[in-house]
Each structure stands twice: as C-alpha cells, then as structure tokens.
C-alpha cells in the first residue's frame, strides 16, 4: 500500500456497491474489522478496496472454487501484513465469549 495516497469517500462507496461474482452476496460491502477499515481509508481506487473486501470476506468465510482461492491466495501475497491483521482480529472475535 501507497501511504501517500488519500481516501476518498466515493471509491469507498462505489466498492462497497460493486458486486464482485466471487464475494457471497451476504458479506458485499461490509466491513468486519478495524484493519480492514484502515486499510480502506487510504485506497482511492474502487476495483483495489473491492480486492481487500473481498480479502477479509475469504477469512470470514472461505468460498468453494479454485479461482476464489487463486485471488484470495494473491491478495495475501500482495498484502500479507493486512492479511495477518484481518486473521488475527477475527480470530481474537471468536475466542471472547458472548
């Protein structure tokens, strides 16, 4: 990630909309963790924030299919300090009782 790049509501938006084929329907365009939204507030670009929704929505529930996996083995390639962060956020989510 590019720390001088600036958010912008509108790429935010527009990815939270966008229906992307491999994102089950139930987590599009919502945000389960902090690094998540952290992340997000410095992407300016609709199609890269739609990869990290799509990142942390592959570590909240794994999707049938080669190709899902093949992208979602990519993102954490390319991001693999916020792929950590996502795992263990959510991972201390399960491990508090309700």
Excluded: C, Y
Excluded at 17 to 37: E, F, K, N
């Amino acid at each position: 990630m590019h720390p001088q790049i600036r958010s912008s509501a509108t790429a935010l938006s527009q990815a939270q909309t966008q229906m992307d084929p491999l994102t089950p329907t139930s987590l599009t365009g919502v945000v389960h963790t902090q690094a998540l939204r952290r992340a997000l507030s410095t992407i300016r670009d609709a199609n890269s924030a739609a990869d990290l929704m799509f990142l942390e929505s592959w570590e909240v529930s794994s999707i049938p299919g080669v190709a899902a996996a093949l992208r979602a083995s990519q993102l954490r390639r390319a991001n693999p300090e916020l792929a950590a962060e996502i795992r263990a956020e959510l991972n201390a989510g399960k491990r508090r009782p309700s």
